[in-house]
């Protein structure tokens, strides 16, 4: 197929606007070209607008499906419902004249001849989600300008101000397209060293020509394991015994140690239980590596923190603090003179790169913004961040609007003083990744008149950049977000606890399969055959699939029944108990034995190959 640039427009065409095209992909059907119709401005980057696709369209090629048979007309819907199921995915963003897949450093290291590269042939493709959309545009650069790369995952760009003087303040977390996923299907790395829910999280600070940027990456523990639903709230992870773990994880280290430089392995994952087999396994593999550019830290996030020991935080936090000097972050001058660069890279984990993982995260980036600003002149020598009115007014006393969106209250008094301020404030990270649904709709930033007090940023920010990820990767929110809110346990939030517990529970189990195939299929992973249109969408379940649920269901209600209606003798109703009882409870324990059968699989690619 050749896409070609028509000047003249036959009379009877149908037009519309849109704000971008997203690519084409190969369907039952034939070709699809899928465009951004909507978009709204998250801001300005160096003076370029950067947008977020906010709707799409999936347009045919072909005015008709007649063509197909009936199962290829249910294959083709199918497949559209996934590329949909894609795109309604909350997260894409684009910008028209600025590469938003590069960090501030990588593309000031770069030569005159890539600057003046189009957008499509420069960008870094481990963070282009449309890339396998845009196979057909790369070969033919007229139409580079109507189709841009397009990034997942979460920007913010606002403006604040201290002592007098207003400043940019940015966070950027872009998604690898690489071993992308959901939460159980994809763990681990491939043959490439591609980690899954690889992201890479940039602060980028702007003040009167001057800019800084520090960057910190998160991704699954690089090597080969997985961790496969099986009806189980919580499946035991199993490390493969099969493969040279090594010949990956070198990979993987040895791409980071050329992008970004030395590596801090910050690894927060349990200690005991399920999870101590993947620390001791972890750390082995970096001591066999021995390479001295990567660092290898174990913290305990859980044990360290618990019984609301918050503030043993800031034992991770000096540990880390010589390293985090010493690796800088990225700074240029009014003049565009590079200062600084960094030099060394913080790669925090756990088990879902999610909750604990944004905690540190924000922690880091917290100390590096601290310095920031110092070096850009809008914090004098010796003051500090949370030292500033305004940022402790709205923290410690709390704003009527801030509170009326569901802000958490301000820690006790006398807790206040327990700990540093640095800890204190994660206290509102922790649990805030995941707020209520009706906070998304809520815009905080409106109850300020610009330029804004940097506190609501820094709380709200990084919990909505934790949320974005929490919500592309798992599909669910946090728990136990009421005692962010009140520093407390509440019935209402054990209920809310318990509500989204059931929706996570039942996403891994009954939903995640699809929301697998629809990654697989928009990223490429798996391509439609125009010569052979058989799918493996057609799968035949096994007779266990729906004999043994109807079963227990059954017996189940059997025994109801049989309390409800009693017999003629409590010895004639208990024996009926106790059979249709064990019926339902033999039942119900060899659909758990078999628990991988009932789950809802990838059908496209099989995961175990890429294990």
Known sequence: MILTVRKDIPPHAVTRPICGIMGTIRLVAGTYLIVVTKKKKVGDLLG??????????????????LHLTDNQMQDNKAFLSMINSVLLTDGFYFATD?????TLQRLANTSPEFQEMSLLERADQRFVWNGHLLREFMPQPELH????????????????????????????????????GVRY????????????????????????????????????????????????????????????????????????????????????????????????????????LGNGMVKYIAFDFHKECSRMRWHRLQILVDMVTEMQDEYGYFLVDVDGN????????????????????????????????QSQLERLGVLHMGQRIEDQSD?????????????????????????????????????????????????????LFSFFHPPFPLSPFLTAAWADNANACAKQYAGTGALKTD???????????????????????????FSDGFRQDSIDLFLGNYSID??????????????????????????????????????????????????????????????????????????????????
């Open 48 to 65: 370029h607008a950067v947008w977020k696709a906010m709707d799409f369209d999936v347009i045919s090629y072909k005015k008709t499906v």
């Open 98 to 102: 600025y590469d938003l897949t590069h």
């Open 391 to 443: 940022f402790e007014k709205i923290y410690k006393n709390g704003d009527p609007q801030l509170k009326s969106a569901h802000f958490p209250t301000p820690l006790p008094a006398r807790a206040q003083h327990c700990f540093p301020y640095e800890i204190n404030q994660t206290l509102r990270f922790i649990n805030m990744i995941e707020i209520l649904p009706s906070f998304h709709s809520l815009n």
């Open 338 to 369: 590079v200062l600084v660069q960094q030099e060394g890279m913080f790669r925090s984990n756990c088990m879902d790169c999610l909750d604990r993982t944004n905690v540190i995260q924000s922690l880091l980036a917290r100390r590096s913004l």
């Open 185 to 288: 299907y994809v763990r681990g790395i491939d043959s490439e060293g591609h980690a899954a829910n690889f992201v890479e999280t940039e602060q980028i600070v702007q003040c009167s020509g001057g800019k800084a940027s520090f960057v910190q990456t998160r991704g699954s523990i690089p090597f080969y394991w997985s961790q496969r639903p099986n009806l189980k709230y919580k499946p035991k992870p199993q490390i493969s015994k099969t493969i040279d773990h090594l010949d990956g994880f070198q990979r993987h280290f040895d791409s980071q140690i050329i992008i970004y430089g030395k590596q801090v392995i910050l690894n927060l994952i349990d200690q005991k239980g399920s999870e101590k087999q993947l620390e001791q396994a972890f750390d082995k593999m970096v001591s066999s």
């Open 530 to 611: 125009e010569a052979d249109m058989t799918t493996p969408l057609h799968e035949t379940k096994d007779w266990k699939f729906l004999t043994l649920p109807i079963i227990m269901v059954v017996a189940f209600s059997m025994c109801i029944i049989c309390l409800l209606m009693a017999g003629d003798t409590w010895t004639e109703t208990l024996a009926y108990v106790l059979f249709w009882g064990t019926a339902s409870f033999v039942t119900a324990g060899v659909i758990l034995f078999n628990g991988r059968e009932f789950v809802d699989a990838p059908k496209l690619v099989q995961k175990e190959k890429m294990d």
């Open 145 to 180: 300008r109507f189709a841009f790369p397009v990034v997942h995952g979460f920007i913010i760009m606002k403006s604040c101000c201290i002592n007098g003087k207003i400043f940019d303040w940015n966070i950027i977390s872009r998604r690898s397209c690489f071993r992308a």
């Open 483 to 509: 005692f962010t809110r009140t520093g407390k346990r509440t019935q209402w939030g054990l209920v809310m606890d318990g509500w989204n517990s059931m929706i996570r529970y039942y996403k891994n189990n």
